[in-house]
């Protein structure tokens, strides 16, 4: 069985939402997306537990896009968890939000975010940021052997 490579996008705002899902089509990133609408629910994806328990595990986030404001479980909080966990610590996180908070930024580092970006308000330049994005982390970064 093969490993199919998901984008995991955590956001609960639907505007957002269909938005980024809009910019990945533009950009022709043809990975499936997942979709969780809040913190916890995103935790229980990454580690197939609560009602992901049965999801197909050889389907692995090649990156997550994660939201800071979450109902639940806070995107930092989320972000915590992630690298605190042998089976995760080294996926990529990409915190994507409206945030331009100087103590989010901060805090989004030093909980250990890959890169933070602020969600521009015109979709152009939100579709070139995604399209940015996804050429980076799903086609030239390399990821450490263990985490495939």
Known sequence: ??????????EDNASDEELTLR???KAKIGNKVIVTRDGAAA?????????????????????????LNLPKMGGLEVLRAIRADERTKYLPVVILTSSKEDQDLIGGYEQGANSYIVKPVD??????AVRQLGMYWLVLNQKPPAST
């Open 1 to 10: 069985m093969s490993v199919q490579h998901v984008i995991l996008l955590v």
């Open 43 to 67: 935790l229980d994806y990454l580690f197939a537990q609560g009602a992901y328990a049965d999801r197909d595990t050889n389907e692995v986030p090649q990156v997550v896009l994660l939201d």
């Open 23 to 25: 910019a990945l089509k």
């Open 123 to 128: 979709f152009t330049q939100f579709a070139d």
